[in-house]
């Protein structure tokens, strides 16, 4: 039966969650921080007594699906029509169940990596600074806009400066200036009690192949896996940043997919 899951759920959630945590990174994450139910956020799962089947979030424009054995129960389809979102991602194994019956949404498989542990010694670079200003957030946002494969500019200038600026508990935002312009960054978001995701690794186009996305990296993985000691989780499809990502020793544990809406009219962020 699937049903909107409240408080009184939320252990069971998360032990079925954390069966697989880096897969799992946003659902538990956004738990760990929101609790199971928010103006912005709602958890439904397929559920018979005690035992879970599969959980979907909803926070803001943005979805999550997980299934143990990648089934899905078209009885969602219902909660997507009532709950409806911008993008949803998840395990490609289990989207892709979903994918015929999204037939307004553009897919995109992508590898998923995770990293847990480094005999790297800690990095740091002073040149390397943490986004805290709705100023530094639009840097960060112009510099990713113009990185068209990213698709930030599907969503708002305003409204991603205020979910940047409400989720600094649950992330991170790293950026190197040149000149006083935000040339490159790397974020780390989702964060929850043994994980982080990174995303939006990017350098602008006129100053690539000079190091920055690496250094940012050894920046991220000093801050989280040496300092924090939560593991790092990512997808890519970009083969040059897949060698990037093995060369700091990040290991692929399995496929992800992400679905966007063709036409985002309809904006589903509240």
Same mark, same amino acid.
């Given at each position: 039966?699937?049903?909107?899951?409240?408080?009184?759920?939320a252990?069971?959630?998360?032990?079925?969650?954390?069966?697989?945590p880096?897969?799992?990174?946003?659902?538990?994450g956004?738990?760990?921080?929101?609790?199971?139910?928010?103006?912005?956020?709602?958890?439904?799962g397929?559920?018979?007594?005690?035992?879970?089947r599969?959980?979907?979030?909803?926070?803001?424009?943005?979805?999550?699906?997980y299934?143990?054995?990648?089934?899905?129960?078209?009885?969602?389809?219902?909660?997507?029509?009532?709950?409806?979102?911008?993008? @949803?991602?998840? =395990?490609?194994?289990?989207?892709?169940?979903?994918?015929?019956? /999204?037939?307004?949404?553009?897919? $995109?498989?992508? +590898?998923?990596?995770?990293?847990?542990?480094?005999?790297?010694?800690?990095?740091?670079?002073?040149?390397?600074?943490?986004?805290?200003?709705?100023?530094?957030?639009?840097?960060?946002?112009?510099?990713?806009?113009?990185?068209?494969?990213f698709?930030?500019?599907?969503?708002?200038?305003?409204?991603?400066?205020?979910?940047?600026?409400?989720?600094?508990?649950?992330?991170?935002?790293?950026?190197?200036?040149?000149?006083?312009?935000?040339?490159?960054?790397?974020?780390?978001?989702?964060?929850?009690?043994?994980?982080?995701?990174?995303?939006?690794?990017?350098?602008?186009?006129?100053?690539?192949?000079?190091?920055?996305?690496?250094?940012?990296?050894?920046? @991220?993985?000093? =801050?989280?896996?040496i300092?924090?000691?939560?593991?790092?989780? /990512?997808?890519?499809?970009?083969? $040059?940043?897949? +060698?990037?990502?093995?060369?700091?020793g990040?290991?692929k544990?399995?496929?992800?997919m992400?679905?966007?809406?063709?036409?985002?009219?309809?904006?589903?962020?509240?």
């Amino acid at each position: 039966m699937i049903r909107l899951l409240g408080e009184a759920e939320a252990s069971l959630v998360l032990g079925f969650l954390r069966a697989e945590p880096a897969f799992n990174l946003f659902i538990i994450g956004d738990i760990e921080h929101f609790g199971m139910q928010t103006e912005i956020m709602r958890v439904y799962g397929d559920i018979d007594g005690k035992t879970i089947r599969s959980v979907f979030l909803r926070y803001r424009r943005y979805a999550v699906f997980y299934a143990a054995d990648d089934h899905f129960n078209i009885g969602y389809l219902a909660v997507f029509k009532d709950d409806p979102f911008d993008f @949803l991602s998840g =395990r490609k194994a289990a989207i892709e169940h979903i994918r015929p019956y /999204l037939v307004d949404f553009e897919f $995109k498989e992508t +590898s998923f990596m995770v990293l847990e542990e480094t005999d790297a010694a800690p990095f740091r670079d002073l040149r390397v600074k943490v986004a805290q200003t709705e100023m530094q957030f639009g840097n960060v946002y112009d510099l990713l806009c113009g990185i068209t494969e990213f698709g930030t500019a599907k969503v708002p200038r305003e409204e991603h400066i205020r979910e940047r600026m409400a989720s600094k508990a649950m992330s991170m935002t790293l950026y190197l200036e040149i000149g006083g312009k935000t040339v490159s960054t790397a974020q780390a978001t989702a964060e929850s009690k043994t994980h982080a995701m990174v995303i939006g690794v990017a350098t602008h186009q006129a100053y690539r192949n000079q190091g920055y996305a690496s250094l940012l990296m050894r920046d @991220l993985i000093t =801050r989280y896996l040496i300092e924090k000691g939560k593991g790092l989780c /990512l997808f890519y499809d970009n083969v $040059k940043a897949g +060698s990037i990502y093995h060369r700091l020793g990040f290991r692929k544990i399995g496929d992800w997919m992400m679905a966007d809406r063709i036409v985002t009219g309809n904006s589903t962020n509240e």
